[in-house]
């Protein structure tokens, strides 16, 4: 495994890790070379006899692998042992047509995507929890009060609902964006040795939208062993997904701070975080998010200058894209299994993001207050008018609702209590409620969507 792993790398992986396996790769072989079997008995292409027994034999318990790993050793291939042993699992017609009118590419290609399509199932499932999870904090949070902020200053008052609304649209962004491309990643590729069907002729493209139909998958429309794009596609797929939850762990990261203090993550009694200080509480389902998308965003870069390679096929291209595709899976499940754990467990401090809200005494309000007084003197010397007193609080270090207070123009316009509401953060917070609880019940309806899909 190519991830980076700390303390968190045992959470649950719902099966991701296992689907990696050199057995899973073998059996996604023997699913390939069944459905091909059996497309090609089918059309007529081998005998029904044939097909019939090939299909009989691609099962995990006939591969010798033993065997294979004896034969790899003498020949120095990685896919002729194992079509050796399972003609030798076939019977005497069967033996005769395994893996007939196809090369090693069609196969290994077609289960690599296969195992792709599978994983992302089991990627889809943690989304789900992670949109449930979203849903339930920004709803909780629709009302919860903090300071927004631009430029790693305070700017205006948001809720944290607000923010949590952000990560849902950009979620479901992204897992619409994946389903999407699913027609053109996860595709069977049949087309032989250099892709124009030589071997098979027309009926090797009816055998190849059979294939696909079997495996659920779909028909690669120009079966080139030089197209990687779709490969690509898959891995920008991931990176994108888990921008999003790098996003919410860089929030976490900094904003429980102690001089911040508006979120942590949960901490289990008897964890250590450091060997020299006793007190440390570190974010490590953060810091394992972060770490593991850092990394994940530069591989997509390495698969767009492999996927140029010269001719109709290139084995350097394929050995890098095993590579990329196995390690963008790694570390895109270390990031959603974190994600899951964190969006379920996060701690929310609503006093202390309040404390924070108010803590310039109703300088984040400005904006409010000018437009208040832009009904009155127009916008332009509102504006002015709103910039000299935010000046005097920062430069002279003056409390901003005393030095509203204080000015003839602004008291003359409102009375004291009305300044006092006009500068509490609560009272200017827009449309942040409404957009956290749309987006609440548009992550719970989406997440209901993908578990009614699953298997």
């Known amino acids: 495994m190519r991830a980076l792993y700390d303390s968190k790398s045992k959470l649950d992986d719902r099966g991701i890790k296992k689907l990696l396996t050199e057995e899973s790769k073998v059996e996604s072989w023997l699913k390939i070379e069944s459905a091909l ?39 120095g291939h990685g896919f002729v042992p194992f079509l050796k042993v399972l003609v030798k699992a076939c019977n005497d017609v069967g033996g005769k047509y395994v893996h007939y009118g196809v090369t090693t590419q069609n196969i290994q290609q077609t289960g690599q995507l296969y195992i792709l399509k ?38 205006i008052p948001i809720t944290y609902g607000y923010k949590v609304s952000v990560w849902i649209s950009e979620l479901i962004s992204s897992l619409n964006r994946i389903e999407e491309s699913e027609k053109r990643i996860y595709q069977v590729m049949m087309g032989g040795a250099v892709g124009s069907f030589n071997a098979t002729g027309k009926l090797g493209r009816k055998v190849q939208d059979l294939v696909a139909k079997d495996l659920g998958m779909y028909s690669m429309e120009v079966p080139s062993r030089n197209m990687c794009l779709h490969k690509i596609e898959f891995i920008n797929n991931l990176a994108m997904l888990c921008n999003t939850f790098h996003k919410m762990a860089e929030e976490t990261y900094y904003t429980g701070l102690e001089e911040i203090g508006e979120v942590s993550e949960a901490f289990t009694p008897g964890t250590v975080g450091s060997s020299t200080m006793p007190q440390k509480i570190n974010p490590k389902l ?60 996060i701690d929310i401090k609503k006093d202390k993001m309040k404390i924070n809200a108010e803590i310039n005494k109703g300088l984040d309000n400005s904006e409010y207050i000018m437009m208040e007084v832009a009904k009155k003197i127009g916008k332009d010397k509102a504006h002015e008018l709103m910039y000299e007193k935010a000046m005097q609080t920062e430069i002279d270090g003056k409390d901003y609702l005393t030095v509203l207070k204080e000015d003839k123009t602004i008291s003359s316009m409102f009375k004291e209590e009305e ?13 942040g409620p409404e957009i956290a609880k749309e987006m609440a019940k548009k992550a719970k309806d989406k997440s209901l969507e993908l578990k009614s899909k699953m298997k």
């Open 419 to 431: 300044i006092e509401e006009l500068t509490n953060p609560v009272n200017y917070i827009g449309e």
């Open 286 to 345: 953060s810091k394992g998010i972060i770490a593991n998308s850092q990394k994940l965003y530069s591989i997509a870069s390495l698969g767009y200058y492999s996927s140029i390679r010269m001719f109709e096929g290139d084995s350097s291209s394929y050995m890098l894209f095993d590579g990329l595709l196995e390690e963008a899976v790694e570390l895109a499940a270390e990031v959603i299994i974190r994600a899951e754990e964190l969006t379920r467990t």
């Open 118 to 155: 599978e994983v992302m199932e089991v990627m889809k499932d943690f989304i789900s929890d992670i949109l449930n999870n979203l849903s339930i904090l920004a709803e909780n949070n629709a009302f919860t009060v903090m300071p927004g902020r631009t430029h790693g200053k305070h700017a």
């Open 37 to 75: 079997a059996k497309a090609q008995g089918e059309v007529g292409f081998i005998p029904k006899e044939a097909a019939n027994n090939i299909q009989d034999s691609c099962k995990i318990e006939n591969i010798d692998f033993e065997e294979m790993y004896k034969i790899k050793e003498r020949i």
